[in-house]
């Protein structure tokens, strides 16, 4: 990670002091800065960002390069404020360590969701945004492409009716694959009913992404505040008109002390709810529901595969099927599976959950050689919704990005599950849309 402005919030009594290191290459001594608790005409912060995720680095700079570029007089949302600054909070001492990094670091094509859902537009969006901003910061990825495969003939009409609502409705590119070509391209791949092939998928590193996001943030002058847990959250003037104190506690010191800010943009993933729950009355609180996903990483040269693998898609599914995938070396893993738990903290991989992975794995790539699988990670999705479908069916949950009602500058994200990396980018452009429009 950059050395940056990335900072424990460093809190004295009855003000708020940020320790800048700007760089400890190049700084002798952190210079500080002390902000008085005040009211919202003198709030510390223009806005400040809930969780150092990839989406809340990707809304962090998106916030902080338009402060940058629209300069002191930039309008404020709430028009008060003549300078315009952005905090971003993350309760760990590293951006990026939960759901961010514990995923399959796949670009969606956006193939899966309902034709007028949040996800097939912001992964659409995303996704060309993403390719460009690889492109543009030499962030390593790679358009492997992905076969969804059919062994079955449901599977192979759930297959047509990705193709035809992607032909007729989304327009993305999808195409068939012939046997001969099958065969020539990806000999140890079974799909006895077909395969449909989605080219414009393909694989980021997700870690530099981050890390990339995170520079971004900090030379268009954003602060980050690490080791900086939110726990309580106030509207000022009841419903935030007069901008928002948010209580942090520093995890080195363990002292908690106050930040205002004119907005605020909860995208704590996993930790969401519990913002969300932190601000609204009793009866508009929300539940969370924890769907891990087990990875397991494959030793082997041989099966060799070079294109990314799905099943068909199952309706009411939590996941999207336990896939082959890539990582930018060519290391083969598989998952993620779908497992309900009670905790966001439940990381460990489940490794009974190994014989179901190699049976369902067994049906697209028969010469598995089992011995060779081995426990990597786990994920946990956030789910708004117990059985929630991740693409389609019963129970499908939208992202949810909105400003809440009753409230003014608040900005919150809740069921950023997949496709939340790809559309990361385009999430920041709608958060940074619903605040300055
Ligand atoms: C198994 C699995 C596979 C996936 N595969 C893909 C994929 O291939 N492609 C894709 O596009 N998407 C995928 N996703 C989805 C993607 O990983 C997520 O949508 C994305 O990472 C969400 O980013 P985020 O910033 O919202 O959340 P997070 O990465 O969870 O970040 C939220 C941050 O908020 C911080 N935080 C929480 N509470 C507080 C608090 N009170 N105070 C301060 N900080 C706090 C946390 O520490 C955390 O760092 C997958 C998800 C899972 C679980």
Redesign the pocket.
Known sequence: MRPGRSLPLALCSGAFRVRHRTSALHHAAASQRCFSQTTFRAADFTHAV????????AIARSLAQRSNSSGSGSSSPSSLSTSSSTLL????PA??????????????AGIYYGASSLKTAL?IQGKALLYHYCAAHAIPHRRTGKWIVAQTDAQRAALQAVHDFCTREIHVPVRWVGAEEAARREPAVRADKGILESPTTGIVDSHSLMMSLLGQFEDAGGTVALG????AITPLGGDGSSGWELAVRDLASGEVSTVTAETIIN??????V??HNMIVPPERRREMFYAK?NYFSYGASSPKVGTLVYPAPEPGHG?LGTHL?LDMGGRIKF??DVEWVNSPDDLAVNESRLAQTVREVKKYLPGLDETQLQPDY?????KLSKQGAVAHGKGFVDFIIQKEEGYQGWVN?LN?????????LAIAEKVRKLLYG
């Open positions: 809930i969780g150092g995720g990839v989406v809340g680095l909070l993350e309760r760990h951006v990026g360590t939960e759901t961010s990094s514990r995923n399959s670091e796949v670009i969606h992964c900086s847990r939110v726990e995208s704590a993933g996993l930790g969401a519990d913002i996903g996941g995938t998952g993620p786990a994920g946990i999705r956030p994200l950023i599950e997949s496709p939340g990396l790809t559309s990361s």
